[in-house]
């Protein structure tokens, strides 16, 4: 009787056991989670996994071990009395390689500039339009595409430092009726005026990078379902791969590849926020847009979101 209630107990939890040679094992959901073994010598129940709590006590009853985690307590009955003894297992060093770094994926901004500075057109006896290099923000898109990361973690898997590389592709469109054409053709950086043609639709500089950053990511503890409040900061290099500038009107569009004596090389320090596969984040541009004295003094910022790991 005694054994068919157990047994009906077992349906009800959805419990199974099995009992083979001198270990008896108990499931919940095909997961064991109580297995005890005896073996002549000791009787020994474990719960859970190797992390979980172990209890082994010997044939004579002398000495009980429990383990809880990597503590252990020995409960020792000797000709003195009763005594307990804990220590505690070395920690192993495993290497889960949990830690999933967010730089790979897609990235969207908008492109604005921190600091602008057109004095060196002061000395030109040409009237220019002032400020010509303001932008219409609502169109001046960054679309970063990132393919490749990679990471470099502590055990313990909660902060790493991340590289990797991407392309980005930055858009600054004018607010006023112009482009840009170096003067001469070899000349400083000039604004050329379009407002002669008819309903002019967008002006804009287009600029291509191969970016790579190295940045340090650390996961917080806060959660949100099953994902983790991540930081990371640090800089992104970029070397400019390509640039030209285009504008449609009605009368047509037109579009003229040059390197508008723009730096080669540039570097923006970074700072990011997000959880899971969503994060924002701010490029603040430390090199300006153009060489020293070979056009206006322009440092980008760029603010947006990106989708790490799409």
């Not at 609502?138 to 590389?165: D, M, Y």
Request: glycine share 10%; hydrophobic share 35%.
């Amino acid at each position: 009787m005694k054994r068919i209630f157990t047994i009906l107990i077992c349906l009800i939890l959805g419990i199974s056991m099995n009992a083979q040679n001198d270990t008896t094992e108990v499931k919940v959901m095909k997961k064991n989670v109580v297995t005890v073994l005896e073996d002549g010598e000791k009787t020994q129940v474990k719960v859970g996994n190797n992390k979980g709590i172990e209890i082994i006590t010997d044939d004579m009853g002398d000495t009980t071990h429990i383990r809880v985690g990597r503590r252990n307590f020995k409960v020792i009955d000797g000709s003195k009395g009763t005594f307990l003894q804990i220590d505690k297992e070395e920690k192993k060093k495993e290497w889960t390689g949990s830690f999933n770094p967010h730089w790979a994926g897609l990235e969207f901004g908008m492109n604005m500039y921190s600091q602008t500075d057109y004095s060196l057109y002061n000395q030109l006896n040409t009237v220019i339009p002032p400020n010509f290099m303001d932008l219409h923000y609502g169109k001046s898109i960054t679309v970063n595409l990132n393919f490749a990361e990679w990471a470099f973690k502590n055990e313990a898997n909660n902060f790493g430092l991340v590289t990797g590389l991407g392309f980005s592709f930055m858009d600054f469109t004018f607010d006023q009726p112009i482009t840009i054409e170096k003067q001469d053709g070899v000349g400083i950086v000039m604004p050329r005026d379009l407002s002669h043609l008819s309903r002019l639709k967008k002006s804009k500089l287009n600029v291509s990078y191969l970016t790579a950053p190295l940045m340090f990511e650390v996961k917080t503890p806060l959660r949100m379902g099953g994902s983790r409040l991540y930081l990371a900061g640090g800089v992104i290099g970029g070397v400019n791969i390509g640039s030209h500038t285009k504008y449609k009107s009605d009368e047509g569009k037109e579009k003229t590849r040059s390197n508008f004596n723009l730096n080669q090389f540039k570097y923006d320090l970074t700072g990011r926020i997000g959880f899971g596969d969503f994060c924002v984040f701010i490029n603040y541009g430390m090199t300006p847009l153009f060489k020293n004295d070979r056009g206006p003094e322009l440092h980008p910022v760029t603010v947006g979101f990106s989708f790490p790991n799409i």
